[in-house]
């Protein structure tokens, strides 16, 4: 994947009429980038109105914000990872801090969500962040950290090296509090270190994306971009207007 990403979360905004009409917007004065890669996570609804605005081109990759744990069955309201796949996406968001926080999601159900995406043809990004309280008392690092080990615990052979990682601080998420680019710095070296150790090898470490995500804009994304180990960006809230979200992707 070419480096930075830029992913959109749309979280739950924008059905398929307002989707389609953000995406005729947004191509209309997108200028493809060969240089980045940029990602569009609509509702699960919307995901087949998103694939389909895209017609023939490939530049643009679709995700899902969740994934169900198991590959199929009752399990009412919920997306199976191979029906994601089925309607168009290629990556899927796992456990987002809405999903750990909201839903209750456990580290063990990001793992197996993780390994269900691979499954299914779909690259997880992993989220991963620590709330306030656990950076107010020091175990911002140690949080993140288990995240990360849980998220790659079920995975196998060569399947960590293919996954992306973002690291969203719970208390800078839709709050208009960004961590600095040197907060996002020191997490996502840390976060290397350990990649390192996981897919035993620093260069597969290296090639992982680390996207930062908690109240970016376009203000704010030249600095984040340029911080140490910060090679994209997951973005809620100033992706949901078309204007704000060429001007990110073009950072
Ligand atoms: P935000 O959301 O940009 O609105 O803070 C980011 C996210 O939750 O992925």
């Known amino acids: 994947m070419k480096r930075p990403v830029f992913v959109a979360n749309w979280k739950m905004n924008l059905g398929p009429t307002e989707a389609r009409a953000f995406m005729k917007k947004f191509l209309a004065k997108y200028k493809q980038h060969p240089d980045r890669t940029v990602v569009i996570v609509p509702p699960a609804v ?6 389909a605005s895209l017609g023939r081109r490939k530049d643009i990759i679709i995700g899902v914000q969740n994934i169900h744990a198991d590959a199929k069955g009752a399990f009412t309201g919920e ?14 968001l796992v456990g987002h801090s809405e999903r750990r926080h909201v839903f209750g999601e456990t580290d063990e159900e990001t793992a197996v969500k993780c390994a269900r995406a691979f499954e299914s043809g779909l690259t997880p990004l992993l989220c991963v962040g620590e709330t306030l309280k656990q950076r107010d008392s020091g175990d911002a690092a140690s949080t993140v950290l288990r995240q990360l080990r849980s998220g790659l615990s079920r995975l196998k052979d060569a399947q960590p090296k ?19 680019p040197a907060d996002a710095a020191a997490m996502h070296g840390a976060l290397r270190a350990e990649l390192s150790v996981l897919t035993g090898s620093r260069k597969d470490a290296a090639a992982i994306p680390i996207l930062y995500g908690g109240s970016v804009t376009a203000e704010n994304s030249r ?3 340029d911080a140490e180990n910060v090679e994209g960006l997951l973005v809620g809230g100033a992706s949901l207007d078309a204007g704000k979200w060429n001007a990110i992707v073009s950072t």
């Open 46 to 51: 919307s995901l087949t109105t998103v694939v």
């Open 223 to 225: 600095g984040l971009l």
């Open 79 to 92: 997306t199976a990872a191979a029906m994601a796949r089925d309607a168009g996406a290629r990556l899927a």
């Open 162 to 180: 293919g996954i992306l990682v973002a690291y969203e601080p719970v208390w800078a998420i839709g709050t208009g509090r960004t961590a600095t």
